[in-house]
T-cell receptor
């Protein structure tokens, strides 16, 4: 257990509404990530963070923003949700190991935009 | 850019069969390579890894060899079990930010 929680676990929202997903970790790891998972695409990186207030874009960042005001929390915001953002969203942390860092994933948030 | 290709979307071996799940990658970097496994309703879990060329990752009877000459990291097992059924993702990691690039995934369903 990597001590990662995501909230909410499920959400249904309407097109055009703002949505914020939360990722919380208990172990003060520096790197945190948001991915989305869609059939046929595997997991794709949306944004990542390498410290408090330090974030950068991933492969599919359009329509998403992130914030990290505390080490333990990484928020993903959809400013105006669209149906194409219906997906399962996973948060991950990077944990340094002797042989190299490893990523561990949270349980996911299933978001449906109607 | 960097990419990972998994050619099989689904494989359906019978229990006791041998298994190869293909993974090929493209990158100009020197990546680390991973296989993740995902069970229904859960997040991906690290299954095995190889940090550099010619390393072999092993876990629960599965193996994968990091082959730089063929840019491959195929997942193999001699005898699959029903409990191995899951989705398997191949991934590579490079760079200081440690982000992962994933393949599209292979659904493994082991038939009784």
């Amino acid at each position: 257990d990597a001590g990662i929680t995501q909230s909410p676990r499920h959400k249904v929202t309407e097109t055009g509404t703002p949505v914020t997903l939360r990722c919380h970790q208990t172990e003060n790891h520096r790197y945190m990530y948001w991915y989305r998972q869609d059939p046929g695409h595997g997991l794709r990186l949306i944004h990542y963070s390498y410290g408090v207030k330090d974030t950068d874009k991933g492969e599919v960042s359009d329509g998403y923003s992130v914030s990290r005001s505390k080490t333990e929390d990484f928020l993903l915001t959809l400013e105006s949700a669209t149906s194409s953002q219906t997906s399962v969203y996973f948060c991950a942390i990077s944990v340094r190991q002797p042989e190299g860092s490893e990523q561990y994933f949270g349980p996911g948030t299933r978001l449906t935009v109607t | 850019g960097d990419s990972v290709v998994q050619t099989e979307g689904q494989v359906l071996p019978s229990e006791g069969d041998s298994l190869i799940v293909n993974c090929s990658y493209e990158t100009t970097q020197y990546p680390s390579l991973f296989w993740y496994v995902q069970y229904p309703g859960e997040g991906p879990q690290l299954h095995l890894k190889a940090m550099k060329a010619n390393d072999k990752g092993r876990n629960k009877g599965f193996e994968a060899m990091y082959r730089k000459e063929t840019t491959s990291f195929h997942l193999e097992k001699d005898s699959v079990q029903e409990s191995d059924s899951a989705v398997y993702f191949c991934a590579l990691r490079f760079g200081s930010a440690r982000q992962l690039t994933f393949g599209s995934g292979t659904q493994l369903t082991v038939l009784p």
